[in-house]
Structure formats: C-alpha cells, structure tokens
C-alpha cells in the first residue's frame, strides 16, 4: 500500500528530525516521497559551509570571531533544521540575535590584512515579522532564520542594526574595528578572498546532506559533535560525536529508511575503536560515534 507506506515514512521522519509535518510535506516529490537534499549545486555550497561551521569545535572555525556565542553555542538556540526547495530554513528563539553572529563583519589591519567574522557573502534579503531571508551572494543559496515564538524581537533588530551605524560612525578612527560587510550590496574584496570555504569540492554534496539531516545529532543534548582530521586518507575528515546514536545506528540511518541520503554508502567500523565511512559519489568522511 503505497499511501500508508509514505504515511508511515512521514511519521518516522518527523520524529527522527523533529521537522513539522507541514514542512515536511512541501519535501514530498509527486510520488509522495520525501526529499531532504535540493539538487541545486550552489545551494549545496553554502549548506556544506554552514555544516563546517555548525560542526566546527567552538571558536575554530575561521569565521568564528564575533565573540560572545561562538557557531556551535548557537545551537541552544535552535529548534529544527528543514530543507526547502530553494533554502534551508533554521527555526530558532531569539532569531535576529542569532542572525547578528550569521552575517559577516571586517576587520582590516594596519598592514592591510584581513578577519572576516561570520559567513561571508551572507545579506539580509527580506525581512518579515517572523523570519529574516539571508541570500549568499557568491552561491545565491539562501537560509530563512524563523522566529520560534512570536514575532522577532524588536530590541535584538534595534541590536543588530545599531552595531551597524555604532562602527561605521567612527570612521578612521576605528580601522581596526570590525565594519559590517552584510550591508554591502557587492562582495567586499575580504569576503572575496575566502572563497575557497565554499568552493565546490568532492564533499560538498555530503556535508550539505548532513547538515539537513543534522538533527540526528543536535537532538541529543550535550553530542558535541564536531569535525576532526581524518585517519585515514581516503577520508576527508571525520565527524566525531560522543553521545546519542552509535556510530552503526547513524551509518544506518543514512543509509536507509525515510531519511537516508540518496546513493549514499556505509561501511561500519571494523572494531569498536574503528571509525565508519559515509561516501557520497567521491566524497568520503569518517564517523566516529559511542560505539554501543
């Protein structure tokens, strides 16, 4: 019975993800299938670049300079990660907030040199009383940061446009201040030189897969998942989590059942020390979990 088939796999995907049915159901193909991945390459780019940052151990990541909540502390934020046809949208409390440490900022030297906080490329797009469309100029994906309660915060918008007009109003002064680069309407020659953060890369369809499915991770509290040098060499690096799921109950996962990723392959650890590979075409990572 193909319609209580696809019920049942509805079901399971929303409590595995924790996705709103309603959601999940702008995911269905005409077949009635789920579908958690967008085909579109570029969009992929700028999902592969948030999994590295989402992942990053706190404070690592290149990009993660803001202070105050680093990339993975924004997770206490974070209700539900769902893939749509042309974004990902990030359910979230206190969203303006969060985006304030997503959109990027410059920081130029005296001997002309660069740091970048935030996702470079990344504009604000369109504002609505609950959501904030962010649009990556470079890749042209796009991430709706949705407020989980309520409407958005006006003391956090007042916050996050006033850092704004606070830093520019110093003017030379402030050079080694940070300048908001999300105002830009053009990429900043900064931003411009990070580009290999997103650049296409044998991966990249894998990380962004990971990234819809991330919940598989980030529903247990306190995972600390995050990515590490790799062992081996065929891997690119490995994703090392340490509470939840087995390393075997994720390969599986993403192998098969409503969730899997598309073509996706798993080979479990050989020894309870041993790490799993997860490949997508030519792109490969290891994972290392609790093993029981």
């Keep these: 019975m193909p319609y209580s088939r696809d019920k049942a796999a509805l079901a399971l995907c929303r409590e595995t993800l924790d996705i709103p049915e309603n959601y999940l159901r702008r995911m269905r193909q ?20 948030l999994f590295d940052c989402f992942f990053s151990r706190g404070g ?22 769902a893939p749509q046809s042309d974004r990902l949208v990030l359910r979230v409390s206190t ?14 030297f005296a001997d002309g040199s660069h740091e970048v906080s935030g996702v470079p490329g990344l504009r604000l797009e369109r504002l609505t009383r609950k959501t904030l469309v ?37 003017g030379n002064e402030a ?26 890369a044998a991966t990249t369809s894998l990380r962004s897969a990971l990234l819809t499915r991330a919940n598989l991770w980030w529903s247990n509290h306190r995972h600390q998942a995050h990515l590490v040098p790799a062992r081996r060499s065929s891997a690119e690096r490995c994703l090392h989590w340490s509470k939840g799921r087995t390393t075997l109950e994720i390969g599986r996962l993403l192998t098969a059942g409503p969730v899997r990723i598309p073509g996706a392959r798993f080979t479990p650890p050989s020894t309870p020390y041993d790490v799993g590979l997860i490949q997508l075409g030519d792109g490969v990572l290891e994972l290392k979990g609790p093993s029981s």
């Design 95 to 108: 969203a303006a907030r969060v985006t304030s440490y997503l959109v990027p900022y410059v920081r130029t």
């Design 134 to 170: 962010l649009r990556h100029l470079p890749t042209g994906g796009r991430i709706e940061v949705r407020e989980s309660v309520g409407d958005l915060a006006l003391r956090d918008m007042q916050m996050l446009l006033e850092d704004e007009v606070r830093v520019s109003r110093q």
């Design 175 to 200: 050079e080694d201040r940070r300048q908001p680069a999300w105002t830009q309407d053009r990429t900043t020659p900064a931003e411009e030189a990070m580009a290999g953060h997103w650049a296409p």
């Design 30 to 49: 005409r077949n009635g299938r789920l579908t958690l991945d967008t085909g579109e390459p570029r969009q992929q780019q700028l999902q592969a670049l």
């Design 60 to 81: 690592e990541h290149p990009f993660d300079l803001a202070g105050g909540r680093t990339f993975p502390e924004l997770l206490l934020y974070l209700g539900w990660v």
